[in-house]
């Protein structure tokens, strides 16, 4: 391969990432009722999560702003 033809393909796989277009959400007009029923009874959407695990609501006593991800290597 030529340097032309490498520079040409990194140049090309940079510029893939830079697309502007979007998906549309998808809808579930055209859902058949197959469909339907088999995304009503999910298995995740059964599933029971431990009270450890679950989301709970904490105190923040920090200067980190919410969302911030701190990493305490000491403990």
Request: net charge negative.
């Amino acid at each position: 391969m030529t340097m032309r033809t490498i520079a040409f393909l990194m140049m090309s796989l940079m510029l893939g990432g830079c697309m502007q277009e979007t998906l549309e959400p998808a809808t579930q007009a055209n859902w058949k009722p197959r469909d339907k029923e088999l995304m009503s009874n999910l298995p995740y959407a059964q599933a029971t999560i431990p009270d450890p695990y679950r989301r709970h609501l904490v105190d923040f006593d920090r200067k980190e702003a919410p969302g911030s991800i701190v990493v305490d290597s000491d403990n």
